[in-house]
T-cell receptor, first 115, second 114 residues
Framework: DTAVSQTPKYLVTQMGNDKSIKCEQNLGHDTMYWYKQDSKKFLKIMFSYNNKELIINETVPNRFSPKSPDKAHLNLHINSLELGDSAVYFC??????????????FGPGTRLLVL | KQEVTQIPAALSVPEGENLVLNCSFTDSAIYNLQWFRQDPGKGLTSLLLIQSSQREQTSGRLNASLDKSSGRSTLYIAASQPGDSATYLCAVSFSGAGSYQLTFGKGTKLSVIP
């Protein structure tokens, strides 16, 4: 049973295109995240949603737009793709406890290559 | 600026050795510190979570310690095995950012040689 799943696993596209990455979790969590891991393997938070509401919105270009249709899904849409968007994008989820006990569970990643 | 640093960037040890991975962070006001493992081409797997009020956590051959006052954590791996080869990431939830927001180090790539 896959806890956090992402589709597609690989995405190769041309500069200027628009693409979406989907994420689903079956853990019953109420908080979901998108992270970007660049070519130097540095992992950085992009967005987080709690109960379908945006709670973290780091400094990312507004070409990136997250959408959460329900608590189990958090999709990432990217407009006008640029070469620098090439990276691995990870989705994660957790319960929101506010106690410091929130373990995050990660998906397998989506490897995006912009040509 | 709140940052997490991991040293060394890479480590190679023979099978059976005990080893220590280091993590340092810039602000002692934290909710928790977590250690993750990342295998090549895969996602992250949570290994241990230490809450701010705790000093250490243990799981099997893994032991993680936390010293908030010095801004340090160590991950101790006993009797290392080739299957332990992976990148180990330290992540901190700083108090000013919300208990759910993690700041990651760049990781230590561990190779255990048979």
């Amino acid at each position: 049973d896959t806890a956090v799943s992402q589709t597609p696993k690989y995405l190769v596209t041309q500069m200027g295109n628009d693409k979406s990455i989907k994420c689903e979790q079956n853990l019953g969590h109420d908080t979901m995240y998108w992270y970007k891991q660049d070519s130097k393997k540095f992992l950085k938070i992009m967005f987080s949603y709690n109960n379908k509401e945006l709670i973290i919105n780091e400094t990312v270009p507004n070409r990136f737009s997250p959408k959460s249709p329900d608590k189990a899904h958090l999709n990432l849409h990217i407009n006008s793709l640029e070469l620098g968007d090439s990276a691995v994008y990870f989705c994660a989820s957790s319960r929101y406890l506010g106690t410091g006990q929130e373990t995050q569970y990660f998906g397998p990643g989506t490897r995006l290559l912009v040509l | 600026k709140q940052e997490v640093t991991q040293i060394p960037a890479a480590l190679s040890v023979p099978e059976g050795e005990n080893l220590v991975l280091n993590c340092s962070f810039t602000d002692s006001a934290i909710y928790n510190l977590q250690w993750f493992r990342q295998d090549p081409g895969k996602g992250l797997t949570s290994l241990l979570l230490i809450q701010s009020s705790q000093r250490e956590q243990t799981s099997g051959r893994l032991n993680a310690s936390l010293d908030k006052s010095s801004g340090r954590s160590t991950l101790y791996i006993a009797a290392s095995q080739p299957g332990d080869s992976a990148t180990y990431l330290c992540a901190v939830s700083f108090s000013g950012a919300g208990s759910y927001q993690l700041t990651f180090g760049k990781g230590t790539k561990l190779s255990v040689i048979p």
